[in-house]
């Protein structure tokens, strides 16, 4: 049964209407029945599973996010022709992918919180975590079986085997000294880029788009999705715990060199680069993260929210190539609405 896309306003309709709403919340209104469809089927699937571990999925689920991949997924359905329920299908798919991968960030982080509740793993340990995003994993794959084209269930496949390529890499060069910034937008390409990527190529493989408006969707869905992973990779830094309502300040507690630390360790002088170093590693990060967030840091995380910035800012314009219509406005607004979270942590 088809679900037929809302017309909707232009992009200059979306940023005239509901002015009380966020950025992100009036885009969100272009496909806002199908994805309470994509919240109502992603809340049934606790019940696929065994009854002894239902409540444990739901837990893992239940918390309500930004539902970002889903919105790509449905918006590059609807601009590139009707929205169906092999899209809202594949929005439910690619949000389960990127839960079961939460799961398991939030135990290799130690994090206590997330979505303003605890992590599964502080609740319930490591070992009953790891199974669970197992599970949420192989459900994920299994749901992408009942697609007719098997290429569409092949492609998830290789997306979740580049998600997990790339936290193994990232895991790999945790307290990696000679780490650089290519290497880091590699890594960010892969465990990040690549699912927003697959939601936006798909979801015009559902609408049976041409080859040319298949692939720029998917080129707009790995800048959008790297952007986002840098966003939170300077939220991690700049941000508030109380506002964000998860735990923040894990990548460098952890390792993980992620863009700022990277902008800053390039530029910094031998003795400020030592010395960062030496924090970094007797565990002291919060002493650096303070240094990059009162401009101490050489810009730092100014120039990492520029470099995202930017790649937004490519990734729309790759759009002009699409015939327009409110969904492609809607994609463009996605990344206006990403540029302005972004600003929001130069303050």
């Given at each position: 049964m088809e679900i037929s896309a809302r017309s909707g306003p232009g992009r200059t309709g979306i940023k005239a209407s509901a002015s009380s709403l966020t950025p992100l919340a009036q885009v969100t209104q272009l496909v806002r029945p199908q994805l309470d469809q994509v919240e109502e089927r992603i809340i049934k699937q606790a019940t696929a599973f065994d009854p002894a571990i239902e409540g444990y999925v739901t837990y893992a689920i239940g918390g309500r996010g930004k539902r970002l991949r889903p919105l790509v997924a449905l918006l590059a359905g609807g601009a590139t022709g009707q929205i169906n329920t092999g899209h809202v299908d594949l929005a439910v798919i690619v949000e389960l992918i990127h839960v079961a991968t939460l799961v398991h960030d939030d135990i290799m982080d130690e994090a206590e919180r997330r979505r303003a509740q605890p992590t599964v793993n502080a609740r319930w340990?490591?070992?009953?975590?790891?199974?669970?995003?197992?599970?949420?994993?192989?459900?994920?794959?299994?749901?992408?079986?009942?697609?007719?084209?098997a290429d569409i269930s092949r492609a998830i496949a290789r997306t979740a085997s580049e998600i997990c390529s790339g936290e193994m890499i990232q895991t790999q060069r945790r307290f990696d000294l000679k780490l650089e910034v290519e290497d880091y937008l590699r890594?960010?390409?892969?465990?990040?880029?690549?699912?927003?990527?697959?939601?936006?190529?798909?979801?015009?493989?559902?609408?049976?788009?041409?080859?040319?408006s298949t692939e720029i969707l998917k080129t707009f869905g790995m800048r959008i999705g790297t952007a986002y992973q840098i966003y939170d990779d300077c939220l991690d830094i700049a941000g508030n715990e109380g506002t964000t309502g998860k735990t923040l300040g894990t990548d460098l507690r952890k390792g993980k060199f992620t863009l700022p630390i990277l902008i800053f360790l390039r530029a910094?002088?031998?003795?400020?680069?030592?010395?960062?170093?030496?924090?970094?590693?007797e565990g002291k990060c919060d002493e650096v993260s303070q240094m990059l967030k009162n401009g101490a840091g050489n810009g730092a995380l100014s120039e990492s929210i520029t470099t995202a910035n930017d790649l937004i800012r490519s990734a729309q314009a790759g759009m002009?190539?699409?015939?327009?219509?409110?969904?492609?406005?809607?994609?463009l607004g996605?990344?206006?609405a990403l540029r302005a979270m972004l600003e929001q942590l130069r303050t």
């Open positions: 340990g490591n070992s009953l975590s790891v199974l669970l995003g197992d599970c949420l994993f192989a459900h994920a794959l299994t749901l992408s079986t009942n697609f007719e084209n890594i960010v390409e892969m465990k990040t880029g690549s699912l927003f990527a697959a939601a936006a190529e798909l979801g015009a493989t559902i609408s049976q788009a041409d080859a040319r910094a002088s031998e003795f400020e680069r030592e010395r960062s170093c030496s924090l970094i590693l002009k190539a699409l015939r327009p219509n409110a969904h492609t406005e809607g994609l996605l990344g206006d």
